[in-house]
């Protein structure tokens, strides 16, 4: 009587399943070993993108040039104004300010930096510039400088209203015009 168990030998299904357990070892490593690396990548990821966020809120790197709302996010840029002195930054706000009186289709008649102003608190710049625009444009530009970036704020506006509109081109009116916003040194 022969035993296959008494005899050393060991059954023919025996291979077969160390083989299977073998490999199902392995597929559970890799497995485990995918996941983890999944999950580095996945908070490498994050803690990228955290900095980029903390970079563009501190203003050291303008934001992605992407098209504001196509995100979901708000207007794109540094929130203060930008330049390696105050008067680079002063003359950046009076570009800034020239451009929007531009794009409603006004013209700046004259304009004055207050780069020192204890007015708007230390750290800020502001320009007072008289221009002329056409009525309906007023909202436009308001809109242009308060919503944009760099963050603009309107200190004073005030309005003179055309005397006449006798002609076929609607009166322009005139308004002295002052904005500021924060600089920041050694950005």
């Known amino acids: 009587m022969s035993n296959d168990h008494s005899s050393g030998r060991k059954p023919s299904w025996f291979p077969a399943v160390a083989t299977i357990g073998y490999g199902a070892l392995v597929a559970v490593l890799v497995y485990l070993a995918a996941g983890a690396i999944a999950d580095i990548l996945g908070r490498r990821a994050a803690v990228a993108a955290a900095a980029d966020v903390l970079d563009q809120l501190q203003g050291r790197r ?6 504001a709302g196509a995100t979901g996010g ?9 330049g390696p002195t105050v008067t680079v930054a002063g ?9 929007a ?8 008649l004259s304009s004055h930096v207050e780069l020192q102003g204890a007015q708007f ?21 308001l809109y242009d400088l308060e919503a944009g970036m760099p963050y603009l704020f309107v200190d004073q506006l005030v309005a003179h209203a055309p005397l006449s509109s006798a002609g076929p081109q609607p009166e322009r009116m005139r308004l002295l015009l002052t904005v500021y916003g924060q600089w920041q040194s050694g950005r």
């Open 91 to 99: 003359a950046a706000l009076l570009q800034r300010v020239a451009t």
């Open 101 to 108: 009186v531009n794009r409603v289709g006004g013209n700046v």
């Open 74 to 82: 708000g207007p794109i840029g540094s929130p203060f104004l930008e």
């Open 121 to 141: 608190g230390v750290g800020y710049i502001g320009v007072t510039a008289s221009c002329e625009i056409e009525q309906p444009a007023l909202q436009q530009l």
């Open 62 to 67: 303008p934001a992605a040039s992407t098209v």
